[in-house]
Nanobody
Framework: QVQLVESGGGLVQSGGSLRLSCATS????????MNWYRQAPGKQRELVAT???????NYADSVKGRFTISRDNAKNTVYLQMNSLKPEDTAVYYC?????????WGQGTQVTVSS
């Protein structure tokens, strides 16, 4: 059974930082591309950052230079370091990976940035 469990969300002031973690089980983690998505109230879920099994990364334009995705294959965990947070970063953040036939999601962690 595949499980993705996010943690690290919370309330932070504008300009602050948070580090999200996504612990995985049930997959051979080192073989999977991992993604972070977010969904703000009333908006569609959007892709924030991706890291491949070769450690190649990609970011949404809105977070480039502020967010960093990384992975620890020994811990089966992917991270999202978020710096210089803005109120528009407020959203539920989800960890995601895709298998051959399935799309796996975590339960999400709330990030709220106050102005």
């Amino acid at each position: 059974q595949v499980q993705l469990v996010e943690s690290g969300g919370g309330l932070v002031q504008s300009g602050g930082s948070l580090r999200l973690s996504c612990a995985t089980s049930g997959i051979i983690f080192r073989l999977y591309t991992m993604n972070w998505y977010r969904q703000a109230p009333g908006k569609q879920r959007e892709l924030v950052a991706t890291i491949t099994r070769a450690d190649n990364t990609n970011y949404a334009d809105s977070v480039k230079g502020r967010f960093t995705i990384s992975r620890d294959n020994a811990k089966n965990t992917v991270y999202l370091q978020m710096n210089s947070l803005k109120p528009e970063d407020t959203a539920v953040y989800y960890c995601n990976t895709q298998g051959l036939t399935n799309n796996y999601w975590g339960q999400g962690t709330q990030v709220t940035v106050s102005s």
